[in-house]
């Protein structure tokens, strides 16, 4: 039994078969531009003079890991201002987003460090996820972990990540990832997750709140 495709605003799924591998993203806004050079895969549907119609999305690239990768590139047309950077660090993979606005996520079932975990658990080798300070929190006091605030509002600290309650703080998102032995791509595959959850998150959020 399928669990189905990832998602709740923007839907994603991918497949992998000898010809290759190839995703389909339904629920992307219309009116984005997107062509095949900036996405890096063949393009099938839900595009018309460059932009997107509001249909499927499906695209062909050469496995199943350039086609998250390209799914990636198209759900960060729709984060437009959100800036996700990447790092190897021995085994593991640091992720940082920047410009994610307060609001993201849910307090339940669409909470957004549960999103994130799931997306970025099902790529190979994955053995740890880490949000924040992560495990190093369980150490900590609560008056030591806490996120306190100032006038401004303001954070002074954000060991959690950047998410509070399953909700986007606005601080930066904070993600560690760790792999039994990372891969050539793995750092991107890592950043192109992230992007597809913040994505979803985002076309969620403004459907509830406009």
């Keep these: 039994m399928s669990a189905g495709p990832h998602g709740h605003v923007l839907r994603w799924s991918l497949w992998a078969g000898e010809e290759g591998g190839g995703a389909l993203i339904d629920g992307c806004p219309p009116g984005i531009g997107l062509d095949e050079e900036a996405v890096g895969a063949r393009l099938l549907s839900g595009l018309f003079e460059g932009r997107t119609t509001g249909t499927p999305i499906a695209l062909v690239a050469g496995d199943r890991d350039r086609a998250l990768l390209a799914a990636g590139a198209v759900a960060g047309k729709v984060i437009d201002g959100v800036a996700i950077s990447t790092v190897i660090d021995g085994d593991d993979?640091?992720?940082?987003?920047?410009?994610?606005?307060?609001?993201?996520?849910?307090?339940?079932?669409?909470?957004?460090?549960?999103?994130l975990a799931r997306a970025i658990g099902e790529l190979d080798g994955v053995r740890r996820i880490e949000i924040g300070d992560g495990f190093a929190a369980a150490r900590l006091t609560g008056a030591a972990n806490a996120d306190a605030m100032r006038a401004g509002p303001e954070f002074r600290a954000n060991h959690a990540g950047g998410i509070l309650g399953g909700i986007s703080s606005g601080q930066p998102l904070l993600v560690r990832v760790g792999f039994d032995a990372p891969g050539e791509h793995s750092a991107a595959l890592v950043a192109a997750s992230v992007a597809l959850v913040l994505a979803d998150q985002k076309l969620l959020h403004r459907a509830q709140c406009g």
């Design 93 to 115: 993979v640091r992720c940082v987003g920047e410009g994610v606005p307060v609001g993201w996520g849910a307090p339940v079932y669409a909470r957004l460090d549960a999103e």
